[in-house]
């Protein structure tokens, strides 16, 4: 079976279990230690101000991206604990996405690359 492209409309259960949750975890800590620390040590007014825009325009994404994979999860709950269970060698169930999870999957690979940008 062929390699789901990153806009196709399915997913391996692996990918999210091994992948994604973890991408979207390292985000939240990238969002909360790493703004939250520049806008505390942040002296000047304008910049400051624009990192508080930005922590809330990434929690506000985030929240998006989490309500859409809850609801992924429950759909696939059976598939995505095989893969736990399985290890990430394994590509595990293929699971089809609706057009707000296929939306929320690439976000999440956005605001990962935009969160790995802003610690380096």
């Known amino acids: 079976m062929p390699e789901p492209s990153p806009h196709a409309a399915t997913l391996y259960a692996r990918d999210i ?3 994604l949750i973890p991408k979207l975890k390292t985000t ?25 825009e930005l922590t809330i325009e990434f929690e506000l994404e ?3 991206i989490r309500m859409n994979l809850e609801h ?3 759909r696939y709950s059976r598939q995505l604990e095989e893969a736990a269970r399985d ?10 996405l609706d057009a707000h999870e296929a939306v929320a999957i690439e ?6 690359r935009r969160a790995q940008a802003l610690a380096t």
Do not use: H, P
């Open 72 to 74: 992924l999860m429950r």
């Open 87 to 96: 290890g990430a060698s394994r590509q595990g169930s293929v699971l089809t």
């Open 17 to 19: 279990v091994y992948d």
């Open 28 to 52: 939240e800590r990238l969002v909360d230690s790493t703004l939250r620390g520049r806008i505390a040590r942040c002296a000047d007014a304008t910049e400051k101000a624009r990192l508080e």
């Open 62 to 64: 985030i929240s998006m």
């Open 107 to 112: 976000s999440a690979r956005t605001l990962y």
